[in-house]
């Protein structure tokens, strides 16, 4: 069975720039999360995504946006690029039990 | 406020030599604490869930526990390739915006 998948591995972007981060979740997962993780930091909560909705979202500014496609599948969309968005960007999907399933993360460089 | 708390920051073992991970959490009315296994520049790795007070899970070399306030991650004997950054997760509000412990970087040397 596949796993959570995430596309494109590294991406390189210069400031005021857009990215668009993409990830598929696993058959059958309905939810979507997408979370940073900036070097030397833990993993911060991005957005929630579940049937196409978006649940919840962290505490970050209304550039980092993105949505949920009617496969489940999602984007993640970052305008206005900034240094220190800089990161990791990790998806991970669920079933309603609780447990993430991450993929391998996006590296998101921004100069 | 910090609901997830983990220590150690870092820990070096030798090969074999058994340790213990703390993970406190201060939320109420918990509904699962979580350990994830992270190795470097990839996604956590999903270990185990805990859901009461008491409750113990066991995986190879890992085991871990729970108890009211707080939940350890026990590596026994373990091996080169224990080594990782192990994460715990509570979901304070419910599901959807898991808070993650900022994980304790274990090295495991031969």
């Known amino acids: 069975e596949a796993g959570v998948t995430q596309s494109p591995t590294h991406l390189i972007k210069t400031r005021g720039q857009q990215a668009t981060l993409r990830c598929s979740p696993i058959?059958?997962?309905?939810?979507v999360y997408w979370y940073q993780q900036a070097l030397g930091l833990g993993l911060q909560f991005l957005l929630w995504?579940?049937?196409?909705?978006?649940?919840n979202r962290g505490n970050f500014p209304p550039r980092f946006s993105g949505r949920q496609f009617p496969n489940y599948s999602s984007e993640l969309n970052v305008n206005a690029l900034e240094l220190e968005d800089s990161a990791l960007y990790l998806c991970?999907?669920?079933?309603?039990?609780?447990?993430?399933?991450f993929g391998e993360g996006s590296r998101l460089t921004v100069l | 406020e910090d609901q997830v708390t983990q220590s150690p920051e870092a820990l070096r073992l030798q090969e074999g030599e058994s340790s213990s991970l703390n993970c406190s959490y201060t939320?109420?009315?918990?509904?699962?604490l979580f350990w994830y296994r992270q190795d470097p520049g990839k996604g956590p790795e999903f270990l185990f869930t805990?859901?009461?007070a008491g409750e113990e899970k066991e995986k190879e070399r890992l085991k871990a526990t729970l108890t009211k306030k707080e939940s350890f991650l026990h590596i026994t004997a373990p091996k080169p390739e224990d080594s990782a950054t192990y994460l715990c997760?509570?979901?304070?509000?419910?599901?959807?915006?898991?808070?993650f412990g900022a994980g304790t970087q274990v090295v495991v040397t031969p």
């Open positions: 991970a999907s669920s079933e309603d039990t609780g447990e993430l399933f």
């Open positions: 058959s059958g997962h309905t939810s």
């Open positions: 995504y579940d049937e196409g909705e978006e649940r």
């Open positions: 939320v109420s009315g918990l509904r699962g």
């Open positions: 805990l859901y009461s």
């Open positions: 997760a509570v979901p304070p509000y419910g599901w959807g915006k898991f808070q």
